[in-house]
């Protein structure tokens, strides 16, 4: 069935066809569990479906799969792997349609979001099908006497522990470079979106990867998450979410000095200068954080708008922001819903104290329904107009469609207000200047800047941040750093 087919039927009966159960290790489903949790769909507010918790025994297995499994891996020819990550590639996008709606009714983002989400997927495992056979040492010079070289060598067993934001390519992003560089893997997908983690390890497995390489077991963050993140057997744990979570996270993993990526908060500024076109700024604001209902770690969600541009690009946005009508994701709307109750009453309750520190809250602001249906957990966009440094709605990370403005006068002023939080992700910014943009992007502290477009890149650039940000590097050339290790070997040439 095609994508359209699949939504029309799921928005008809309210069931999704072949839903995984149980959890993926050693290349099959387990039977599935006694305990159960209830699966939301968003935009319905609804369960849709129940899925397996998993306990300490469940993962402990999965673990020592992989383990063997990882064995057996790092020995085979990096061709054959490239080959085998190749064909991933192709059977993603065989089953897109079924992925991407998956993706929406798990998630609550819209199909639009959720196909490109697939198909960067898909795009990862090719990039890095194509680094496997090419994951070189170098030869060091050490004279005469030595003949002195390094090769890469793969970690052995990684964990993921896969947000509920993006469930498909974030596990993508990090099991695509496990793979190419020998490495065997255990993800625990969020609570919230446990499916196309189990789907895309079935279709791994389908395309030749083999048994017990890639395992997904799913369950609380509190028990598989925890024993994941504790197990000496993993060797390299990729997390990405919240800052307290990941800070858990770091604790648990430092007993065994496990390696360790940090990909967490954010709270990104969009800069514009008075020389930026007011339509360009306000349109690429309105991409940057309402895209996926602001549910990014990277959302633009500072506007940093010089004092003399201020009126028009916010009379530009606002206006656009109040047209905008969430809607189910399956409805083809600008802006879905948003993941859980709970992270509903989290925004709102950010928003709610704006409004009683007296702010000025130009556009939406409150919770509301697909307009449509009179369903769903959807709030409405949100701008929030000329706020003080220090205000809570510009420091802290709401991770909702809910924009900061602030205002600046001076090119000085302009970056100590974006290098003025705690979070250091991405930042753009807007000028026709090209010698004001490099002096920006070289002073901003952050792992990646944008100028005049702000989701330029691509998976081809490293992804990660600094300050609370987290640390380490995925997407890129540096993604398989932290799926290998170096090491040097020094021959002496002596007779």
Same mark, same amino acid.
């Given at each position: 069935?095609?994508?359209?087919?699949?939504?029309?039927?799921?928005?008809?009966? /309210?069931?999704?066809?072949?839903?995984?159960?149980?959890?993926?290790?050693?290349?099959?489903?387990?039977?599935?569990?006694?305990?159960?949790?209830?699966?939301?769909?968003?935009?319905?507010? @609804?369960?849709?479906?129940?899925?397996?918790?998993?306990?300490?025994?469940?993962?402990?297995?999965? $673990?020592?799969?992989?383990e063997k499994a990882a064995r057996h891996w790092r020995q085979v020819k990096p061709a054959e792997r490239c080959r085998l990550l190749n064909d991933v590639a192709r059977i993603l996008r065989e089953n897109a349609g079924r992925l991407a709606v998956l993706e929406v009714i798990d *998630?609550?983002?819209?199909?639009?979001?959720?196909?490109?989400?697939?198909?960067? *997927?898909?795009?990862?495992?090719?990039?890095?099908?194509?680094?496997?056979?090419?994951?070189?040492?170098?030869?060091?010079?050490?004279?005469?006497?030595?003949?002195?070289?390094?090769?890469?060598?793969?970690?052995?067993?990684?964990?993921?522990? $896969?947000?509920?934001?993006?469930?498909?390519?974030?596990?993508?992003?990090?099991?695509?470079?496990?793979?190419?560089?020998? !490495?065997?893997?255990?993800?625990?997908?969020?609570?919230?979106?446990?499916?196309?983690?189990?789907?895309?390890?079935?279709?791994?497995?389908?395309?030749?990867?083999?048994?017990?390489?890639?395992?997904?077991?799913?369950?609380?963050?509190?028990?598989?998450?925890?024993?994941?993140?504790?197990?000496?057997?993993?060797?390299?744990?990729?997390?990405?979410?919240?800052?307290?979570?990941?800070?858990?996270?770091?604790?648990?993993?430092?007993?065994?000095?496990?390696?360790?990526?940090?990909?967490?908060?954010?709270?990104?500024?969009?800069?514009?200068? @008075?020389?930026?076109?007011?339509?360009?700024?306000?349109?690429?604001?309105?991409?940057?954080?309402?895209?996926?209902? /602001?549910?990014? !770690?990277?959302?633009?969600?500072?506007?940093?708008?010089?004092?003399? $541009?201020?009126?028009?690009?916010?009379?530009?946005?606002?206006?656009?922001?109040?047209?905008?009508?969430?809607?189910?994701?399956?409805?083809?709307?600008?802006?879905?819903?948003?993941?859980?109750?709970?992270?509903?009453?989290?925004?709102k309750a950010h928003v709610d104290a704006a409004r009683v520190r007296g702010a000025n809250i130009l556009t939406g602001g409150d919770v509301t329904t697909d307009w449509q249906t009179g369903k769903g957990w959807f709030f409405q966009p949100t701008v929030i107009a000329d706020l003080?440094?220090?205000?809570?709605?510009?420091?802290?990370?709401?991770?909702?469609?809910?924009?900061?403005?602030?205002?600046?006068?001076?090119?000085l002023e302009a970056i100590a207000l974006a290098n003025g939080t705690d979070f250091g992700l991405i930042a753009s910014v807007y000028t026709k200047d090209v010698g004001r943009a490099m002096r920006i992007a070289n002073a901003m502290d952050c792992g990646q800047v944008s100028v005049?477009?702000?989701?330029?890149?691509?998976?081809?650039?490293?992804?990660?941040?600094?300050?609370?940000?987290?640390?380490?590097? @995925?997407?890129?050339?540096?993604?398989?750093?932290?799926?290998?290790?170096?090491?040097?070997?020094?021959?002496?040439?002596?007779?």
């Amino acid at each position: 069935m095609t994508a359209e087919e699949l939504a029309k039927d799921y928005l008809t009966s /309210g069931r999704f066809p072949d839903l995984p159960d149980g959890h993926f290790i050693g290349g099959r489903f387990t039977p599935a569990s006694n305990r159960k949790m209830a699966s939301f769909d968003p935009g319905r507010a @609804e369960a849709f479906a129940e899925f397996s918790l998993g306990d300490d025994t469940e993962m402990d297995r999965a $673990i020592g799969t992989a383990e063997k499994a990882a064995r057996h891996w790092r020995q085979v020819k990096p061709a054959e792997r490239c080959r085998l990550l190749n064909d991933v590639a192709r059977i993603l996008r065989e089953n897109a349609g079924r992925l991407a709606v998956l993706e929406v009714i798990d *998630s609550g983002k819209t199909l639009a979001e959720a196909s490109g989400d697939v198909q960067s *997927s898909a795009r990862l495992f090719e990039y890095y099908a194509g680094a496997a056979d090419k994951l070189d040492g170098r030869s060091v010079n050490l004279g005469p006497e030595y003949t002195a070289f390094t090769v890469r060598e793969p970690v052995g067993v990684t964990g993921h522990i $896969i947000p509920w934001n993006y469930p498909t390519s974030t596990f993508a992003r990090g099991v695509a470079p496990a793979l190419a560089a020998g !490495c065997s893997v255990v993800a625990k997908p969020a609570e919230t979106t446990p499916y196309t983690a189990l789907v895309m390890a079935e279709l791994l497995c389908e395309a030749g990867v083999p048994e017990g390489l890639v395992n997904v077991v799913t369950g609380l963050g509190t028990d598989v998450g925890a024993k994941l993140a504790r197990d000496p057997r993993v060797k390299q744990l990729t997390f990405t979410g919240s800052v307290s979570t990941g800070i858990d996270v770091a604790r648990m993993t430092a007993p065994n000095v496990t390696r360790l990526t940090l990909e967490l908060g954010g709270k990104s500024p969009l800069i514009a200068f @008075e020389d930026a076109d007011p339509e360009k700024v306000a349109d690429g604001t309105y991409w940057a954080i309402f895209s996926n209902s /602001g549910q990014i !770690c990277s959302a633009g969600s500072r506007l940093i708008l010089h004092r003399a $541009i201020r009126d028009d690009v916010l009379a530009i946005l606002t206006e656009r922001a109040l047209r905008l009508r969430p809607a189910h994701g399956l409805t083809s709307p600008e802006m879905g819903a948003i993941n859980s109750a709970r992270h509903l009453a989290r925004i709102k309750a950010h928003v709610d104290a704006a409004r009683v520190r007296g702010a000025n809250i130009l556009t939406g602001g409150d919770v509301t329904t697909d307009w449509q249906t009179g369903k769903g957990w959807f709030f409405q966009p949100t701008v929030i107009a000329d706020l003080g440094p220090k205000d809570p709605a510009v420091q802290e990370e709401i991770f909702g469609p809910v924009l900061a403005v602030q205002t600046f006068e001076t090119e000085l002023e302009a970056i100590a207000l974006a290098n003025g939080t705690d979070f250091g992700l991405i930042a753009s910014v807007y000028t026709k200047d090209v010698g004001r943009a490099m002096r920006i992007a070289n002073a901003m502290d952050c792992g990646q800047v944008s100028v005049n477009d702000y989701w330029a890149g691509g998976l081809e650039l490293p992804f990660g941040g600094n300050k609370k940000s987290g640390y380490g590097r @995925e997407k890129g050339w540096e993604g398989l750093d932290a799926y290998t290790k170096v090491k040097a070997i020094t021959i002496s040439n002596a007779g």
